[in-house]
Structures are given as structure tokens and as C-alpha cells.
């Protein structure tokens, strides 16, 4: 079954940086190319569309805050992971971060967490002043 798991979240002062990986399934990959993006929540708020990407290739997909400073990536197909570098942290992105994926291309919707049908479990970030 697909399956993502997020890992790299924790405490850090702002201005400061993390590394988020997200690793999908075996089954995921070999079911083909999927879009697969970041969401981040915070306590009392939506979930909200980071950044996203499409495993076969194409443009890269980013929440106008965050960028310059963050950066998603696809490590190979061979680790399964997606990753997600964010520099210069501030206290606001403070929240708690989820891998997201569903099959086929990102569209305008990359950034919608209904067009998303796998969930990770999240990772808890951090970021104090």
C-alpha cells in the first residue's frame, strides 16, 4: 500500500535550517510517477500547500513565503525520498509538516490538500526566536 514517512523536524532558533525527507513506498514508485508535496499546519490553522514537485520530472512548485529560502527535491527512485531544505526558518512557520502525494502530474492545484490521498504522519517543526 502507499505509505510516506516524514523525518528531519525539530527545534531550531530562527534563521536557522532543517532538512525534511519524506520516503514513499515501494509501492508508490512502482505505480508510476506521482506529485508529491510538503503541507505545513499550524496549531489553530489550515493546512496550507509548501512546496510540491512532480516525480517524473517538470517545474517545481513553491508557497510564495518560501521562496529563495526553501527547496524541495526528488532524491532518486532508488531512495524513494522527497526532501525539503528550509533556510532562514521563522518563528511564524512554526508547525507541524506532511509529506502528501497523489498519482500523476502536479497541477494548479498543487498546493490544495483535497487533491492530495497520501498522508504522512507529519514531523514537528520548531522554530523559536
Known amino acids: 500500500q502507499g505509505r510516506l514517512v516524514e523525518s528531519g523536524g525539530g527545534s531550531v532558533q530562527a534563521g536557522e535550517s532543517l532538512r525534511l525527507s519524506c520516503a514513499a513506498s515501494?509501492?508508490?514508485?512502482?505505480?508510476?510517477?506521482?506529485?508529491m508535496g510538503w503541507f505545513r499546519q499550524a496549531p489553530g490553522k489550515e493546512r496550507v500547500g509548501v512546496a510540491s514537485?512532480?516525480?517524473?520530472?517538470?517545474?517545481?512548485?513553491y508557497t510564495d513565503s518560501v521562496k529563495g529560502r526553501f527547496a524541495i527535491e526528488f532524491q532518486d527512485s532508488v531512495k524513494n525520498s522527497v526532501s525539503l531544505q528550509m533556510n532562514n526558518l521563522k518563528v511564524e512557520e512554526t508547525a507541524m509538516y506532511y509529506c502528501?502525494?497523489?498519482?500523476?502530474?502536479?497541477?494548479?492545484?498543487?498546493?490544495?490538500?483535497?487533491?492530495?490521498?497520501?498522508w504522512g504522519q507529519g514531523t514537528q517543526v520548531t522554530v523559536s526566536s
Open positions: 514537485l512532480y516525480t517524473g520530472g517538470g517545474s517545481l512548485y
Open positions: 502528501a502525494a497523489h498519482p500523476g502530474p502536479c497541477g494548479d492545484n498543487w498546493y490544495d490538500p483535497k487533491a492530495f490521498g497520501y
Open positions: 515501494r509501492y508508490m514508485y512502482d505505480y508510476g510517477y506521482f506529485c
